[in-house]
């Protein structure tokens, strides 16, 4: 019935509540979800499944006692008020969810969602025909105990042609990379920056997987997504894996575990018992030191099984024997096992296990066991790996993305104090939860071999487990390149890129169009890229301009066309563009960038009378002029208009004939 009201009223934003059926297990407070389907677009591709994803998505939350509202083909006032209406709704609930399939995009670091009637013509509509996803977390955010987004929604970005015209530093294919705050987890159809799949069925395999797992009970959120990961990968051959990014703070369920039913009598045949009976008995039988030891080593064997014997025997007694709070994880892949002790809380235990053992074994491990709690065998006997955050993690250097370690180590003074350390710095990584940090250094080599040594010298190992990691070379993180030793020039474009950026630069400059170049600021690790049909020479300028003016720091050039100019970006020229400090008078030869759009509006502005101001914006690359009764006045209005076009703030460029861009000034005077 609901799909064929769609379909009828597929031109409107259709909102329909739908009657919460009787859920099938006892709910534990209220729960919130705005699911979201735009299928019939006006101004771009339709999307046929993600109507239909959104309806079935819908069905499921409503049976797991979800208050529900459904929003298909939405225009951007109805999305926005439905979003503010989550928020009001999340109150105080146990969960909050959002469910978006659509188009979104990613476009200067703001990921944006494409209401069904929104016109792209160039950047400068972005600001007014999409909703920005941080209004969903500023609206939902800390207000239930748990807050979901789940967004199926990076397919294919239609408008991209049309803003690379207008936008030149970013790639335009799905969603970029997105901070969770406390108690929230972000879950994505496919990773930061790459293209999801519509599909060919009536759900996309995104939205498939999901209603496959959602429903099942006493499957943990984070098991569930992985069951999810392994579902889509098999379903598209590998093209697509879908990404969380989790900041909650202890277990969530969307179907908890059925309770156990009260003992049963001794007269009852054991054989005959209720399973939830003999569940009960097991768990009793389980405060036994030895008969826990012999239900591990049973789980083990099945969730591992080609382990070795004498492993198996040796991961049990030294589990049996760990201090509490601990866990158990094991690589599937080379069925061993890794396991954390001692941790402030069983999450904590939990977390370390899991991501001491996807560093030390390369690949997501599973959770076997918890304090005294083992993990439940998968009915169809699927165990997944969890593919851990902070282990994924590629950005800047921050105390809390650091994996495997403890909090005391996280709040240690150099670590906490790292980031702003001058000079030549490292830091090296053990799986065991072991950090090492070294500033002060000659030179930066000589930085990361003292922060490697140290790690590798740890009494405390004494050599076990293999050799450290580095984590961070400066002040990126880099612990996915596992570099053990001294660091060898880059063969690839992409293993110069994360060395002081995010690997999705590398894909986005490979999917940009010749002519083109790669600047980044190494130290931030913020990448731009400039393609055009000029000379070499020009968009190497413009490049490396935009560069510098964005992060007001000299950049390197990484790349041009298909050749990697910079196998060692650490050691790489810093270009210190001269257009970037001029102060003389206004010169058409010294903009530091003068894109084809704005050649007009630089040339007029010499002709224009006083007084005058003259207003940039370096991303995407424009020059607003104005004109007033006084130099104030002309200000105020080149910077209004400036503003109105979306991506960086604007800066006065020149006021009359005199250039005054390394002032910095954002506001008129007085």
């Not at 209005?637 to 000034?665: E, F, R, S, W």
Request: hydrophobic share 40%; with cysteine; proline share 7%.
């Amino acid at each position: 019935m609901v799909i064929v009201l769609l379909r009828i009223l597929a031109v409107f934003a259709v909102v329909v509540l739908l009657p919460l059926e009787e859920p099938a297990v006892a709910q534990a407070g209220r729960r919130a979800a705005l699911v979201v389907g735009i299928s019939k677009y006006t101004h771009a591709p339709q999307l046929p499944n993600t109507a239909n994803d959104a309806g079935a998505i819908a069905g499921a939350l409503a049976r797991l006692g979800f208050d529900v509202e459904l929003l298909i083909d939405p225009n951007r006032p109805r999305l926005e008020t439905a979003i503010r209406n989550l928020g009001r709704r999340s109150e105080g609930a146990e969960a909050s969810v959002f469910y978006y399939a659509g188009h979104a995009l990613e476009v200067s670091g703001q990921n944006l969602l494409v209401p069904a009637p929104a016109e792209i013509q160039s950047d400068r509509d972005l600001r007014f025909e999409t909703v920005d996803l941080d209004t969903v977390l500023d609206s939902v955010s800390g207000r239930a105990r748990v807050s979901l987004l789940i967004l199926d929604s990076c397919r294919d970005n239609p408008f991209s042609k049309r803003l690379v015209a207008s936008s030149r530093s970013i790639g335009l294919r799905g969603l970029g990379p997105i901070d969770a705050a406390a108690g929230t987890l972000i879950a994505f159809a496919t990773a930061p920056g790459k293209t999801a799949e519509d599909g060919d069925s009536r759900n996309s395999p995104f939205t498939t997987a999901l209603l496959h797992n959602i429903e099942r009970p006493g499957l943990e959120i984070r098991r569930m997504l992985g069951d999810v990961r392994k579902e889509v990968r098999e379903a598209t051959g590998g093209r697509q894996l879908p990404w969380e990014n989790s900041a909650l703070e202890g277990d969530f369920y969307f179907k908890p575990p059925v309770a156990a039913a009260p003992a049963a009598s001794k007269q009852n045949d054991q054989s005959t018992a209720p399973a939830a009976t003999k569940q009960s008995d097991q768990s009793a039988a389980l405060a036994d030191p030895i008969a826990f030891q012999e239900a591990l080593k049973a789980t083990l064997q099945t969730a591992l099984p080609g382990i070795a014997a004498s492993d198996l025997e040796d991961t049990a007694r030294l589990y049996g024997a760990e201090r509490q709070n601990k866990a158990q994880a094991g690589s599937r892949e080379r069925s061993l096992t890794w396991r954390s002790g001692g941790r402030d809380s069983a999450f904590a235990a939990e977390q370390g296990a899991l991501e001491g053992c996807q560093i030390y074994y390369r690949n997501p491990c599973i959770l076997i066991a918890v304090n005294n709690s083992i993990a439940s065998i998968p009915p169809d006997g699927s165990w997944v790996g969890r593919s851990m955050s902070r282990v994924n993690y590629e950005g800047q250097f921050d105390p809390e993305q650091i994996p495997a370690v403890r909090a005391e180590l996280r709040a240690r003074k150099d670590v906490t104090e790292y980031l702003s350390a001058p000079g030549p710095k490292a830091v090296a990584l053990h799986p065991w939860g072991r950090i090492f940090v070294s500033t002060g250094s000659a030179d930066q080599r000589s930085a990361e071999a003292d922060a490697l040594k140290k790690c590798n010298d740890d009494p405390t190992r004494g050599g076990k487990d293999g050799p450290c990691l580095l984590y961070a070379i400066k002040n990126h993180v880099v612990l996915s390149s596992r570099i053990v030793g001294p660091r060898e020039p880059a063969k690839t474009l992409l293993e110069a890129v994360k060395l002081v950026a995010l690997a999705a630069a590398e894909e986005a400059y490979r999917n940009a169009i010749p002519s083109k170049v790669l600047a980044i600021e190494p130290e931030g690790g913020r990448w731009f890229y400039w393609d055009d049909a000029g000379s070499a020479g020009s968009i190497e300028h413009m490049a490396l301009s935009l560069c510098q003016l964005v992060t007001k720091k000299p950049c390197i050039l990484v790349a041009k066309n298909d050749l990697l100019v910079a196998p060692d970006p650490l050691e790489a020229i810093l270009h210190d563009m001269e257009q970037v400090h001029y102060t003389g008078p206004y010169r058409l030869d010294m903009l530091p960038f003068l894109p084809r759009v704005s050649q007009e509006a630089a040339r007029r502005f010499a002709q224009l009378p006083a007084p005058k101001a003259l207003a940039m914006k370096a991303l995407p690359p424009r020059y607003i002029d104005a004109t007033g009764s006084t130099v104030a006045e002309a200000e105020r209005k080149a910077l209004l208009d400036c503003n109105q076009i979306a991506g960086t703030p604007c800066v006065l460029y020149a006021i009359n004939n005199q250039v005054v861009l390394p002032q910095g000034k954002t506001a008129a005077d007085p």
